[in-house]
């Protein structure tokens, strides 16, 4: 059964990042779209709070039907299970399948990213899986890209 969705619009208000959220190193500007469609979907933009610490890089899965993620500003380096360390910039967009194994591994001070999620509440499994849990650095050059 479809689910009724209203009409919902969000201006920016940097007041609106709140920590809190599912990670300690992150700011959450929720968009409103959880309420507006009845839980069936979360749309949010993050800012990441430097440093990165070794908290970030944990291997985890999400319990998802559906997420899309697009770097409003700076970069953000992930690893996906088999599929190696990417580094996404200003621009980047991914899509991130339904459990898949990912982690963090690094982001510039000012990266901030947009994230689309079905359904709205889900689970965040921490895994073992993939490498060694170990810290992986990018480039001096990807470092320095604004
Ligand atoms: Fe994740």
């Given at each position: 059964m479809k689910k009724i969705q209203n009409f919902t619009v969000s201006h920016l208000n940097e007041k609106?990042?709140?920590?809190g959220g599912l990670r300690k190193y992150s700011k959450y500007r929720d968009l409103g779209i959880a309420k507006a469609t009845n839980g069936l979907a979360h749309a949010q933009v993050i800012k990441m709070i430097p440093p990165r610490t070794d908290e970030v890089s944990v291997?985890?899965?999400h319990d998802i039907e559906f997420q899309l993620?697009?770097?409003l500003e700076g970069w953000i380096m992930n690893e996906f299970d088999g599929l190696g360390p990417k580094v996404m910039r200003k621009?980047?967009?991914w899509i991130q399948p339904p459990n898949?194994?990912?982690i963090v591994h690094d982001y510039s001070d000012d990266c901030e990213m947009l994230e689309i999620i079905l359904p709205a509440d889900f689970k965040t499994i921490e895994t073992n899986a993939g490498a060694p849990q170990k810290y992986l650095k990018p480039s001096k050059k990807v470092r320095k890209k604004k």
């Open positions: 609106d990042f709140k920590s291997w985890h899965q993620v697009y770097v621009g980047s967009c898949i194994n990912h």
